[in-house]
Nanobody, 124 residues
Framework: QVQLVESGGGMVQAGGSLRLSCAAS????????MAWFRQAPDKEREFVAS????????YYADSVKGRFTISRDNAKNTVTLQMNSLKPEDTAVYYC?????????????????WGQGTQVTVSS
């Protein structure tokens, strides 16, 4: 089992920045592919960013490319999402996700574990 706990959400004005963190506990963190997803009201959960276990490969949704950066620290069992140049359309609950293995995690249905989510609100 892997437990994921997100933190760092909040409210920010458009153009601002937030940094989300996900603390993982349980099995060997470095063998899991990690990802961030988000879900806005009345919308499906969507992929934001993913990082393979090797930490050498990252993947981003087109909507956040160039503004968000995913990173991980296997020694500390944490994965972070640095969000810059935030827009009102980034407003959502952000979820940390994990899946065993090396294949990139880009589909919500393929995640093995989920955190409880953290709210991000961007005002215009």
């Amino acid at each position: 089992q892997v437990q994921l706990v997100e933190s760092g959400g909040g409210m920010v004005q458009a153009g601002g920045s937030l940094r989300l963190s996900c603390a993982a506990s349980g099995r060997t963190f470095s063998s899991y592919t990690m990802a961030w997803f988000r879900q806005a009201p009345d919308k499906e959960r969507e992929f934001v960013a993913s990082m393979r276990w090797s930490a050498g490969s990252t993947y981003y949704a087109d909507s956040v490319k160039g503004r968000f950066t995913i990173s991980r620290d296997n020694a500390k069992n944490t994965v972070t999402l640095q969000m810059n140049s935030l827009k009102p359309e980034d407003t959502a609950v952000y979820y940390c996700a994990a899946r065993s293995g090396i294949i990139a995690l880009v589909k919500a249905a393929e995640s093995d574990y989920w955190g409880q989510g953290t709210q991000v609100t961007v005002s215009s």
